[in-house]
C-alpha cells in the first residue's frame, strides 16, 4: 500500500523538555503515543518518538501518509539568541516612516545578534494606493554593496505592502539579481498585516530564523528517511493551521506560537467539541484558550517575542497563577504566586515533604491527585487553610472561565495537564467539565489535525467593500493553497470588517482567513476534524 | 483634529546642543508616569500611549531633558504653538511621520509668525497626544508649556480652550509624511477642522498640525494650566501605589462610582467616531447595581437606574481595578474587573461657552448639565 492511500497521520510536538508523538487513525482515534526526552540536536528526539510510535503500531506503518511536526524551536532561538542568521533590513516608504529608525526598540543583545544594517530607501504607498515616491533602486544596490559579505539573509518591509505588494516583490527580484539567486529574502507581505513597525520585526525575525529551521526541516526528513516512511511532512503554525515544509523553511516565524494553538485545537479534539473553553493545569499555572469552530480565538493585543514587539496571530491565553505545584501560604489560607515546580515530588506534603501546595489541598478534600498516595496526618487549621486556599484557586477558575466565554453559558470546560485534579467536576460559566483521554499528548494531537490555512487583509471605501472582500478571499485561499490545502474543499472561514475611526472618506479594513484539509492524491479527505465537524 | 490620534515617533537629532533649561526638566524617568497619567485624562480616547512613550524615551535618550515652563514664566519673546497629530490610528500603524516632519512645520510656522517658536503646548493632555508633544520639543529644542487645550480628551477640535476663551483660530501648518506643507487661514476653528480632515485625507490618511500662537498676553486663561504635571503626578502615583484604585481616587480627588465587571459592549463605529455603550455590573459591595456608560471615542455620560450620574465636560476614566491602568474604549472586554471614576473638569469647560461646546447636548444628548460633585458631603460645608 503506497503512502497516497494511507490513512494514518503522525503528530509531533518538540517541545522544551519532551518530544511527543500520536499516530491518529481516519476515525482520529489515538491509536499510539510516546513522550520522549527532547534532544539537544533535535533529531534524536524526534527519531525516539517516532520509532516508538511507528513500533507501537507495527505493519500499519505502511499506512502513514502524512507528519505534522509542532516546535518551539524557533521561540527558543529568539529567547536565548542562538543559531540566529545576520539580516539586511530594507524598509521602503522614504521620506515617509523615517522618524522610528529600524531595530529601534530592540533588546541591544538581540539586535547585535541579527542586524547587519538596515537602510530606509523612497517608495512605499499610501492607505489609498497612492505612491508616497517612486522605488529607490539605486539605493538599494547602493546598500547592498555597503554591508557585502556580512549578512546571511535579507528582509524587505514596505509601508502598505500588506495592500499593495509589488514593491516587495520588486525589490527581492533585484536583491536576487544582484547578491545571488540563493540569498533568502523575506517579504513584509507574506509575514504580517498592517502595523509597519511589527510586521517589519516579525519580517527581521524570520530572516534571522532561516538557519533554525532548516535544521529542524532536516531533523525531520533525517528521522522520516531513516524510517523509510513514504510520508508527506508539515509544519504547525500560530493559528492552528498546517504549512508544508518548504513554506516552513521559508516562513519559520510563524512556528512560534503553535504550541498553545495545537494544546488547544489537541484538547478540543480530543473532548469532541468544536466550540470550547481549554483550561490546561501545569505545575506553575493554569492557562485557558477557547476554540471557536475548531480555531483557537486570537489575541488581539500586541505580542512581543525575545522582547521585539510584533503582530503576530497568537492564540488569546489567560494564564492564572493556579496549578499543583502552586504554594499555599497556610497563615492567610491564600495560593501564592510562587509554585514548587518540578520540586513537588520532594517538597509537597504529599510526598512528605514541608511545603502545602494546591496539590496537597485537592488531596486534603477528598481528590487523589496521586495514585496510592495519601496525605499525612495534619492538624485541623491546616487543614482549614487547605480547604480555603482550594476554594480561591476554583474561584479564579471560575472568575477566568466566565472571561473567556464572554458571559454566555454555552460552552464545555475541556481539561488537560497534569494538574487537572484541581478543576472541580462543575464550574460555573461551562456546561459541562470534560476530562478527555490522551489528553497529556493534546499537542501532538493538534499537530496531526491541522488543517492548511492563509488570511489576508485589505483596505477599501466601503463603496467596494464586496470587491475588496472578494480580492482578499481570494488572496487568503491563495495562500492556504500555498501552504497545502486541497485547492477543491478550501473555503473562507473568517471575514473581519474594521471600520477605520477618523478618516474622513469612510473606509474599512477587511481580514480574510481561508482554511482547508490537506490536499491528498487519490484518496477522500480524512481529516479526521472536518469529519467531525460534519457530525455536529 | 481631534482625539483619535495616530502615533507618531519622531527620533532624529535636529539640533546640536540642547538648549538653556528653563523651568523644570522633565526627563526619561518622568515618561513611565506621564504616559500612565496621560491615559487616566484619556477619559477613553486620546490614542494608545504604549508606543509613543517607547519613540519619547528614546527622544529624551538622545536629546536630554526638556524644559517644562508655567504659563507665568512666558516672557514677551515667547511664542508658544498648539500641536496635534491627525487621523485615523489604523493608517498611523502603518504610515509612520518622516524625521523631519515636525521640524518643517515648525520652520513654516516660524515664517507665518515672523518669529521662532519658542515652545510648544499638547491640544490635548489624554492619551497619546499628552505623551507626544515632549518628545518633539526634545527634538526641536524648544520647551514644553506646562498646560493643554482640553484637560482631557475630546473628539472634536472645536472643543479646545482656545475656543471656549474666544481666541481666533487665524492660521494652522500642516504637514504630512511625503513634506507636503499646507498653511491654512481658517474663518474659525469649525472650518479649520473640516479642511484639515480634506487636506489629510489626500495625504493618505494621517498628518502633523500646528495652530493657535500663544504668548505671554492671549494663553493666561486660554489655555487649562498645570495639566503636564498634573498627569506626571497622577501617573507616579499609580505606578507607586500598592492599592490602585484608593490612591487614584485619592490624587485625582475621584469618586469611585461603581467596582464590579464589565458585562456588555456595544460599540458601532460611524462618522468617523466609535459610539456604543459599557454596562458594568457590581460586585462586593457594589453587588446589585449596574453602571452603563455611553462612549463616543471618550466616556461621555454615566447613568444608573436611569439617572444620570456624571456627564461631559466632566471627566469619566474606567480603570483596571487591579492594576488601576485606564483602559481605552477600543480596549474594554466583556468580563474585565473594572473600576469607574469620576471628577469634575476645569472651571472653564463649566461656563456658558464650555458648555455650549463640550456639554451633553454637543455630543447630541438631551439633558441637562449638572455639574458634578465627587464628595457631596465635603461640598455641603465648604461652599466654594
Redesign the interface.
Known amino acids: 500500500m503506497s503512502a497516497a492511500q494511507g490513512t494514518l497521520s503522525i503528530g509531533i510536538d518538540v517541545g522544551g523538555t519532551n518530544t511527543d508523538a500520536v499516530v491518529l487513525d481516519a476515525a482520529g482515534t489515538v491509536i499510539a503515543w510516546t513522550k520522549q526526552p527532547t534532544s539537544v540536536d533535535v533529531t534524536a528526539g524526534i527519531r525516539a518518538s517516532l520509532s516508538d510510535v511507528l513500533g507501537q503500531i507495527g505493519e500499519r506503518r505502511h499506512e502513514v501518509a502524512r507528519i505534522m511536526l509542532g516546535t518551539t524551536h524557533a521561540t527558543n532561538a529568539i529567547v536565548r539568541r542562538r543559531q540566529l542568521g545576520k539580516v539586511a533590513l530594507i524598509r521602503i516608504?522614504?521620506?515617509?516612516?523615517?522618524?522610528?529608525?529600524p531595530f529601534?526598540?530592540w533588546p541591544d543583545d538581540l539586535r547585535d545578534a541579527i542586524s547587519a544594517g538596515s537602510t530606509i530607501v523612497g517608495g512605499g504607498h499610501?492607505?489609498?494606493g497612492?505612491p508616497?515616491?517612486p522605488l529607490d533602486r539605486g539605493a538599494i544596490v547602493e546598500f547592498l554593496d555597503s554591508i557585502a559579505g556580512t549578512f546571511d539573509a535579507v528582509a524587505v518591509c514596505g509601508?502598505?505592502a500588506p495592500s499593495y505588494s509589488e514593491q516587495e516583490l520588486e525589490v527581492e527580484a533585484l536583491v536576487r539579481a544582484h547578491v545571488g539567486i540563493d540569498v533568502p529574502v523575506s517579504l513584509s507581505h507574506d509575514i504580517g498585516d498592517?502595523?509597519?513597525?511589527?510586521r517589519e520585526n516579525a519580517t527581521v525575525l524570520n530572516a534571522a530564523l532561516y538557519g533554525v529551521a532548516r535544521d529542524v526541516t532536516r531533523a525531520l526528513f533525517t528521522a522520516v528517511a531513516e524510517e523509510q516512511l513514504d510520508a508527506v511532512t508539515f509544519f504547525a503554525q500560530n493559528d492552528g493551521t498546517l504549512m508544508g515544509v518548504e513554506f516552513a523553511e521559508r516562513y519559520p516565524v510563524l512556528t512560534i506560537g503553535s504550541g498553545p494553538a495545537n494544546s488547544i485545537r489537541g484538547a478540543a479534539f480530543l473532548s469532541g467539541a468544536r466550540n470550547a473553553i481549554i483550561v490546561d493545569v501545569g505545575g506553575t499555572t493554569s492557562d485557558l484558550g477557547v476554540v471557536v469552530e475548531g480555531f483557537p480565538r486570537e489575541s488581539t493585543l500586541?505580542r512581543e517575542i525575545g522582547g521585539v514587539r510584533t503582530n503576530f496571530r497568537m492564540p488569546d491565553i489567560l494564564s492564572l497563577a493556579v496549578g499543583g505545584g502552586t504554594v499555599v501560604d497556610l497563615a492567610s489560607g491564600k495560593p501564592s504566586n510562587d509554585s514548587v515546580g518540578f520540586r513537588i515530588s520532594q517538597e509537597a506534603l504529599l510526598f512528605g515533604g514541608s511545603t502545602a501546595t494546591l496539590t496537597d489541598a485537592a488531596a486534603a478534600t477528598g481528590a487523589t491527585p496521586v495514585a496510592g498516595l495519601s496525605l499525612p496526618a495534619i492538624d485541623d487549621a491546616t487543614r482549614a487553610a487547605l480547604g480555603t486556599a482550594l476554594a480561591i484557586a476554583h474561584d479564579k477558575v471560575e472568575?477566568a472561565v466566565?472571561?473567556?466565554?464572554?458571559?454566555r453559558v454555552v460552552l464545555p470546560l475541556v481539561v488537560v495537564g497534569g494538574g487537572g485534579f484541581l478543576i472541580p467536576d462543575q464550574v460555573l460559566g461551562a456546561t459541562e467539565v470534560i476530562r478527555p483521554a490522551h489528553a497529556e499528548v493534546a499537542n501532538a494531537v493538534g499537530a496531526a489535525i491541522a488543517l492548511a490555512g492563509g488570511r489576508a487583509d485589505h483596505m477599501c471605501d466601503y463603496a467596494d467593500r464586496s470587491t475588496a472582500i472578494e480580492a482578499a478571499s481570494k488572496a487568503a485561499i491563495g495562500k492556504a493553497i500555498q501552504a497545502g490545502a486541497d485547492p477543491l474543499t478550501v473555503e473562507v472561514v473568517e471575514v473581519v470588517e474594521?471600520?477605520?475611526?477618523?478618516?474622513?472618506?469612510p473606509?474599512l479594513?477587511v481580514s480574510v482567513k481561508a482554511a482547508g484539509p490537506l490536499a491528498r492524491i487519490g484518496s477522500e479527505t480524512s481529516n479526521p476534524h472536518h469529519t467531525r465537524g460534519e457530525e455536529s | 483634529m481631534?482625539a483619535?490620534y495616530t502615533r507618531?515617533?519622531?527620533?532624529?537629532p535636529l539640533h546640536a546642543a540642547p538648549p538653556p533649561a528653563r523651568g523644570r526638566l522633565i526627563t526619561r524617568d518622568d515618561i513611565a508616569a506621564l504616559a500612565a497619567g496621560a491615559a487616566i485624562f484619556g477619559t477613553g480616547g486620546g490614542g494608545s500611549v504604549?508606543?509613543t512613550k517607547?519613540?519619547v524615551e528614546?527622544d529624551l535618550d538622545l536629546h536630554g531633558p526638556v524644559s517644562l515652563i508655567t504659563v507665568q514664566d512666558l516672557t514677551a519673546d515667547d511664542a508658544v504653538i498648539v500641536l496635534s497629530a491627525i487621523?485615523?490610528?489604523?493608517?498611523g500603524?502603518?504610515?509612520?511621520?518622516?524625521?523631519?516632519?515636525m521640524e518643517t512645520i515648525l520652520a513654516e510656522v516660524a515664517r507665518v509668525i515672523g518669529r521662532p517658536v519658542t515652545a510648544i503646548m499638547a491640544a490635548e493632555i489624554g492619551g497619546s497626544n499628552g505623551v507626544a508633544p515632549v518628545g518633539w520639543a526634545a527634538q526641536l529644542g524648544v520647551a514644553v508649556l506646562d498646560a493643554d487645550g482640553m484637560g482631557r480628551a475630546f473628539p472634536e477640535a472645536t472643543m479646545i480652550s482656545m475656543n471656549v476663551a474666544g481666541l481666533p483660530s487665524e492660521f494652522a501648518v500642516m504637514c504630512d509624511?511625503?513634506?507636503n506643507v499646507s498653511t491654512l487661514r481658517p474663518v474659525n476653528i469649525a472650518w479649520l477642522e473640516r479642511h484639515a480632515?480634506?487636506l489629510?485625507?489626500a495625504?493618505?490618511?494621517s498628518s502633523l498640525g500646528a495652530h493657535y500662537l500663544l504668548t505671554a498676553e492671549t494663553a493666561p486663561g486660554a489655555v487649562i494650566e498645570g495639566t503636564v504635571t498634573r498627569a506626571i503626578e497622577v501617573g507616579a502615583r499609580l505606578l507607586a501605589s500598592t492599592d490602585p484604585l484608593v490612591d487614584l481616587a485619592d490624587v485625582l480627588d475621584a469618586r469611585v462610582l461603581i467596582s464590579g465587571k464589565v458585562?456588555d459592549v456595544e460599540r458601532l463605529?460611524?462618522g468617523?467616531?466609535?459610539r456604543g455603550s459599557v454596562t458594568v455590573e457590581g460586585t462586593g459591595s457594589d453587588r446589585g447595581r449596574l453602571n452603563r456608560v455611553e462612549v463616543q471615542?471618550e466616556n461621555l455620560i454615566v447613568l444608573e437606574d436611569g439617572e444620570v450620574v456624571v456627564s461631559v465636560p466632566d471627566l469619566v476614566t474606567i480603570i483596571d481595578t487591579e492594576t488601576g491602568e485606564a483602559i481605552s474604549t477600543e480596549m474594554l472586554r466583556?468580563?474585565?474587573?473594572v473600576s469607574v471614576l469620576a471628577w469634575p473638569c476645569d472651571p472653564l469647560w463649566r461656563t456658558p461657552r464650555g458648555l455650549e461646546l463640550a456639554g451633553p447636548p454637543a455630543f447630541g444628548y438631551n439633558i441637562p448639565y449638572v455639574p458634578f460633585v465627587s464628595n457631596p458631603e465635603l461640598a455641603a460645608e465648604v461652599q466654594r
Open positions: 516608504g522614504a521620506p515617509a516612516a523615517t522618524s522610528f529608525p529601534t526598540a499610501l492607505a489609498d497612492y508616497i515616491a509601508v502598505f498592517l502595523g509597519l513597525i511589527e500586541p472568575s466566565e472571561r473567556m466565554s464572554l458571559g474594521t471600520p477605520v475611526s477618523y478618516a474622513s472618506r473606509t479594513k | 481631534g483619535s507618531y515617533m519622531p527620533s532624529e504604549d508606543m517607547v519613540s528614546i487621523g485615523a490610528p489604523s493608517v500603524i502603518e504610515v509612520i511621520s518622516s524625521a523631519n516632519q509624511v511625503i513634506g480632515r480634506a489629510t485625507a495625504s493618505g490618511g458585562t463605529t460611524e468617523g467616531f466609535t471615542n466583556f468580563g474585565q474587573r
